[in-house]
């Protein structure tokens, strides 16, 4: 049986070659529309990208100079108007969280692209593109968790109104989707995200895709799992069942496969990424991964040339600043999501905001975790869209608390334990001394009582930072040195609830990033064909024995 052809192999091998890899020319060519669509990976320079430039910024003038002269960047809301991308509200401490549109264009823009990326033969070098991958990366206030939440490139939604201060485009404004936004710059799909989910935007980072396959090669490949043979003959993605090492292209190939993984659709893919994106964090963070100098050099100057970034972020400094941030926190307490979604009415090809996706949404605008005190995702991960919308509201009366003083000032825990009672708080809530001094105020619930926390935390004006999910029954407020007087906490106002991660994480296929367990889950549908005859992408494996997989 033959395989699929297009013109495009001639490039794709070159590509090959560039990345230290080669494979017989008969390979099959690719469509104009998925081979756009693989920009999706770009989410990985985001992350990854940052954690390598805080350890080459210690490699000398030169090399600090070279790196910041690779960095291209422009404003974050010229075009889009000064308050497009919202504000961050500050915790207690005067701390703000960190949001970073991650996002990657369809466009061919450089030569390397055109042969990554095929399409280029009657237009060449192209300008512009839409958004195809576009990933919110939330830095908790408190640098103790993240969250990397995906949006589907299908979803319908309202883009304002913008001008592109580069090409002159503009638009009133429209309903369409929402990676058209890029059309008109960086800062209207910015204000565009931030009109969508609520979540300010404090920076973007933009990359090329011919910079993640050097990258790939530079970490010395990543490690992915598959749950079946799968062939995905448009992204050319071949691996059998099992974990593989990619590298280069067959990295490439992986993370813009659509065909090949869930349903076929844009949400599958964006499954797979998550599972990349884990592992290259993991990989990251393993000791003696990036200490070679020559390699983390070659990453970083492969990675840097690639870069879009805010002028906030635009110099070497300031990103090891965000690498800074990054680091501290572990790969337990990073949690993956995509935006839960529904068909659109009109159109089955697209899709809208769906069930689960405001609470999300608030969860990650108010700076809460998804992740429990011990770094595990919360067990409704795999949850249904049929979860309440809303956290279940429990008045104060059956609210009981153990207040315990941790300040050394004597008569704190009774003036807290007053305030509660006189809140209509269950007359039960007692005060008494911490075991041991406490610097910092904490309020621990027990399993299932995250609302309870939340209507405490309301009445005393508690920073969510500081609520933790315990192992205990109960609740507990220990008052620390950070609260020496009176009762509200200081700087603090009415908060927001803890997380109600049953919801937020409902239908969002989440996963944390120290899960290396988890494999893409193969298409079962025929998502595929070969010589014009549909078939399943593991049907297409067997099909295909002589074609070389994408990890030789």
Request: charged fraction near 20%; hydrophobic fraction near 35%.
């Amino acid at each position: 049986m033959t395989e699929p052809w297009s013109g495009r192999a001639a490039a794709r091998a070159a590509a090959r070659a560039e990345s230290g890899r080669s494979r017989p020319s008969g390979r099959g060519g690719r469509r104009a529309r998925p081979a756009g669509r693989g920009r999706r990976f770009l989410k990985i320079g985001g992350i990854s990208l940052a954690v390598l430039l805080l350890v080459t910024a210690g490699g000398g003038y030169w090399l600090y100079q070279h790196l910041n002269g690779n960095i291209t960047s422009v404003s974050l809301t010229d075009g889009a108007g000064k308050d497009s991308a919202g504000q961050e509200k500050a915790d207690a401490f005067g701390r703000t969280p960190i949001n970073i549109l991650v996002m990657g264009s369809d466009g061919r823009t450089t030569e390397a692209d055109c042969k990554l990326g095929g399409g280029c033969a009657k237009t060449g070098v192209q300008t512009g593109g839409n958004a195809d991958v576009e990933m919110v990366v939330h830095i908790s206030a408190d640098r103790s968790n993240a969250t990397v939440m995906s949006i589907p490139r299908d979803t319908l939604t309202d883009v304002p109104a913008c001008e592109n201060p580069k090409t002159g485009a503009s638009t009133p404004g429209y309903h369409g989707m929402i990676n058209s936004a890029l059309t008109y710059g960086q800062a209207c799909q910015v204000a565009t995200v931030h009109k969508l989910t609520g979540i300010p935007i404090d920076h973007f980072i933009q990359v090329d895709f011919s910079g993640v396959v050097s990258m790939s090669d530079a970490v010395g490949g990543v490690s992915v799992c598959v749950d079946a043979d799968v062939y995905d003959t448009y992204s050319h993605l071949k691996l059998s069942r099992g974990t593989h090492t990619l590298k280069g292209v067959g990295a490439l190939e992986f993370l813009r496969s659509r065909h090949g993984f869930g349903d076929g659709s844009d949400l599958g893919r964006t499954y797979a990424q998550h599972i990349y994106l884990s592992s290259l964090i993991r990989k990251f963070k393993s000791a003696g991964t990036l200490t070679n100098p020559a390699a983390v050099y070659k990453l970083a100057n492969a990675a840097t040339k690639a870069l879009t970034v805010d002028t906030g972020l635009g110099s070497i400094s300031k990103l090891v600043g965000l690498a800074s941030d990054l680091d501290k926190v572990p790969s337990k307490r990073i949690t993956f999501t995509t935006m839960q979604t529904g068909p659109d009415p009109t159109d089955p090809n697209r899709v809208v905001v769906g069930p689960g996706a405001k609470t999300l949404f608030a969860t990650i605008a108010n700076d809460q975790s998804l992740t429990t005190a011990s770094g595990g995702t919360s067990a409704a991960a795999s949850a249904t869209a049929s979860a309440s919308p809303t956290a279940t509201s429990v008045p104060a009366s059956a609210i009981t608390v153990r207040v315990r003083n941790g300040t050394g000032i004597g008569g704190r825990a009774s003036e807290i334990v007053d305030t509660l009672t006189g809140k209509g708080f269950n007359p039960a809530t007692a005060g008494g001394n911490a075991p041991a001094p406490a610097a910092t105020t904490t309020l621990t619930y027990g399993p299932g009582q995250r609302s309870e926390a939340g209507t405490v935390a309301r009445a005393l004006g508690i920073a969510t930072s500081h609520l933790k999910e315990g192992a205990v029954a109960g609740l507990t407020l220990v008052i620390g040195a950070d609260w020496p007087s009176g009762t509200t906490f200081p700087g603090g106002k009415s908060s927001a609830p803890p997380a109600d991660t049953k919801v937020a994480l409902g239908n969002s296929h989440a996963q944390t990033a120290d899960d290396s367990d988890t494999c893409a889950k193969v298409s079962r549908y025929r998502t595929v064909q070969i010589n014009r005859v549909p078939m399943t992408p593991t049907q297409a494996y067997a099909a295909a024995r002589s074609k070389p997989d994408s990890d030789d």
